[in-house]
């Protein structure tokens, strides 16, 4: 289970680096042709989209990847993936003709009368096709293709970004390029996701197989709600007590912690598969606590990293407008580790306790709604970012409590524990009294490196110890010789 997690993490997250890596170099792009309040435009359909891939499709995808782990006949997989597919076509399709039909009322409450409601109109078809090519990409990883599911991310990435910025250079239509590159991108990629899985679908659809999906899957849409409360409830907070402006500069700290989420996004992908397959082995337990171990380490050191050099990136990548964007990057950052983290807490899924996974996210979305709009208004963007680490700190700890009831993994918290305090501890003090540290850049950016290098080896000390790491280390250097002699 360690080498195939290894592996496919390993391709996934390279994949990840080429595709959501390309979101950071875009930036300068995007922060000198967009303001902050057409940024807070892209945020908001973000949010819009994301709601609408966790509710039309009422989850199905979770459905079937429950569903074709247990399944061992050829026929009845095909089953699952064509019924699936014509599901989610049929529920994206009446989704997109209602929101072309109403689109100037949903334009007026969704991003104001300031903007045109043809880009509207574009971001809902981008959306539709978004959540079409979407559901066959996670199709790829189900069938632990992941190589072509690599391959299908670079070829979104590339045709999206490549017509929004001849779009956007060239024929300056500002803020709509970016959909116009998005639904590019997304029917390009869902056309070649298609084409790798094509002998799976058939002309078929089963009623029976729709049932058993959706009884799995429906449970946990008001639970993926509450996942998106948690996540983006912020920004709508801050549209509505500030400004579109201060949701774009928010939405800038989010990018960057993208950064940490190129990280977390191989561990991520590889690890749901893997845990459904493999969850009866006897070594499981014990292997998950040392890949939550490897992750940990890995994380927290980019987290460490992008927080300490956050004002650093912010000049190099955006402009003064987009600076304050510095004070929140960590608070963010970390946020967006406990949330990631709650794939190591499968007990819930595995139970197929869809109906406690509901009540926990909605929980949690509704505490991340009210701290926001009880911290916003004295604290601004700050407090949004501290609603949602405290939201997600606490989620992090429910799931964890219930998953070791129903599927016990050995974690060794006392380590796990003094590593988090220790990276917070250092991430926060440092911020805090930077601006008091009175030397030249190139000595101040040394100073960073030489404490960052002493926080990761200590990091490194506690979870697994140096003679582990050299092996894995070792371990590391002969794939990699191996594949270069190839």
């Known amino acids: 289970m360690i080498q195939r997690f290894f592996k496919d993490s390993a391709v996934y997250t390279i994949g990840n680096i080429l595709t959501r890596g390309m979101a950071i170099f875009m930036l300068p792009i995007y922060t000198r042709l967009l303001s902050p309040a057409d940024y807070g435009v892209i945020d908001m359909i973000s949010i819009i989209g994301s709601l609408i891939n966790v509710t039309i499709a009422l989850e199905i995808n979770q459905g079937f990847g429950r569903s074709y782990s247990e399944t061992e006949s050829i026929k009845e997989q095909d089953e699952y993936s064509s019924t699936s597919l014509w599901f989610v076509l049929f529920a994206y399709t009446l989704f997109l003709i209602f929101s072309l039909l109403f689109s100037n009322w949903l334009n007026e409450k969704i991003i104001g009368s300031n903007y045109s409601v043809t880009i509207f109109q574009i971001a809902v078809i981008s959306i539709w096709g978004n959540g079409i090519f979407l559901f066959l990409q996670n199709q790829l990883r189900w069938y632990l293709y992941s190589k072509e599911y690599t391959i299908v991310g670079i070829v979104y ?15 300056k239509i500002g803020v709509v390029a970016v959909f116009w590159g998005l639904l590019s991108g997304n ?5 070649l996701s298609w084409y790798y899985a094509k002998g799976k679908y058939k002309l078929s659809f089963v009623w029976k197989k729709l049932k058993v999906m959706l009884n799995f899957s429906i449970p946990l849409v008001p639970a993926s709600v509450g996942t ?5 409830i912020d920004r709508i907070a801050i549209k509505n007590l500030m400004s579109l402006s201060d949701v774009g500069i928010f939405g800038i700290a989010y990018r960057f912690s993208a950064i940490v989420s190129l990280v977390l996004s191989g561990f991520q992908t590889a690890m749901a598969p893997l845990i459904y397959q493999n969850y009866k082995n006897v070594e499981a337990p014990a292997e998950i606590a040392r890949i939550f171990k490897y992750f940990l380490l890995a994380v927290l050191s980019f987290i460490i990293a992008l927080s300490f050099f956050s004002k650093e990136v912010l000049i190099i990548f955006t402009t003064h407008a987009y600076f304050e964007a510095a004070k929140i990057i960590p608070i963010i950052s970390f946020a967006t580790l406990f949330l990631a983290m709650n794939i190591f807490t499968p007990g819930l899924s595995l139970a197929k306790k869809t109906k406690i996974i509901a009540a926990i996210n909605i929980f949690a979305g509704v505490l991340n709604t009210v701290l926001n709009y009880s911290l916003i208004p004295h604290f601004g963007i700050i407090g949004a970012s501290v609603s949602t680490l405290l939201s997600s700190i606490l989620t992090f700890i429910i799931y964890m409590k219930y998953s070791q009831k129903y599927f016990h993994v050995p974690y060794e918290w006392p380590k796990i524990i003094s590593v988090f305090c220790v990276g917070m501890f250092f991430v926060f003090i440092f911020r805090s009294v930077e601006n008091m540290i009175n030397i030249n850049i190139v000595p101040l950016i040394l100073f960073k490196l030489v404490v960052l290098l002493l926080i990761i080896l200590f990091m490194i000390k506690i979870l697994i110890g140096f003679r582990k790491s050299k092996e894995l280390l070792k371990y590391f250097s002969n794939v990699l010789s191996k594949k270069l002699s190839k």
């Open 157 to 171: 990435t590339f045709v999206s970004y490549s017509i929004t910025i001849v779009l956007m250079l060239v024929y």
């Open 187 to 191: 029917i390009a990629a869902a056309i």
């Open 228 to 232: 998106i409360a948690l996540l983006y």
